[in-house]
């Protein structure tokens, strides 16, 4: 901030020096169904200073609704049907075959309901994150918003984190909270949860494009500042 309450870059706008272009990290969003959350990191990828863009989604269904939100927005999106594939691992050569010719250089798991083989989580180790709709550890798989009901859990909320072997085991990145109203029904909560997790999924996307938070060899997350120029 200047004394006179100007930024850098305004100063430079008007004397016509253009700001650095930020380098974007290239992104691929792996969905199964309707896409609310890889339509969240999209809208928030259409921002000039956001520090990734989404440059392609891969579906293992070939009706998720998704696919068609995507290609609203101008992304490619392409189907990699499991039953087109003789076994999994099959399906997840195509998967990471197409991965790699978008140019991909982190992978979001965006409501993707297959499980990832080890190898691909090792291929991808530090690149690859998942939301999840509980607040990990708690609640891991499938059902979490009746569970947390049934175990009368009076906060419940979302996760962001990296993906590894186990599932929903990897560090954690991001989390929001959630209050559960005594009237609450799975579906109620679900919604609330859903809202957040379209505010925290862009912000940790781009913590991790920044560099601001990588995967630690001790199987932990690692924070630090942002890096200048991203
Ligand atoms: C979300 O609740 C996400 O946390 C979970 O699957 C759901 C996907 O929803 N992994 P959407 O397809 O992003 O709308």
């Not at 691992?89 to 790699?100: D, F, N, R």
């Not at 909270?177 to 809202?195: K, M, N, Q, S, Y």
Request: contains cysteine; aromatic residues 4%; hydrophobic residues 45%.
């Amino acid at each position: 901030m200047s004394p006179s309450g100007d930024t850098t870059e305004d100063t430079d706008s008007r004397i016509g020096i253009k700001p650095p272009a930020i380098s974007r990290q290239k992104v691929a969003v792996l969905i199964s169904g309707r896409g609310s959350n890889m339509g969240a990191l999209v809208s928030a990828a259409l921002a000039e200073d956001y520090p990734a863009r989404i440059v392609t989604v891969l579906s293992d269904r070939a009706g998720a609704a998704g696919l068609e939100h995507a290609r609203g927005f101008g992304i490619a999106a392409t189907a990699v049907p499991r039953s087109e594939h003789a076994d999994a691992s099959s399906h997840e050569a195509a998967l990471q075959e197409a991965i790699e010719a978008s140019g991909a250089e982190i992978v979001c798991l965006a409501g993707y309901m297959r499980l990832l083989s080890g190898a691909f989580a090792r291929h991808w180790q530090g690149r690859i994150i998942n939301i999840h709709p509980s607040l990990l550890p708690a609640f891991p798989g499938l059902d979490t918003h009746h569970r947390a009901l049934v175990a009368g859990v009076r906060i419940h909320g979302c996760t962001v984190h990296f993906v590894t072997e186990g599932m929903d085991e990897g560090p954690i990145i991001s989390q929001a909270a959630v209050e559960v109203l005594t009237d609450d029904t799975p579906a109620t909560l679900a919604l609330r949860v859903l809202e957040a997790e379209h505010r925290i999924y862009p912000l940790a996307l781009a913590m991790l494009a920044r560099g601001e938070v990588r995967m630690g060899g001790d199987g932990s997350s690692v924070f630090s500042p942002a890096k200048p120029g991203r």
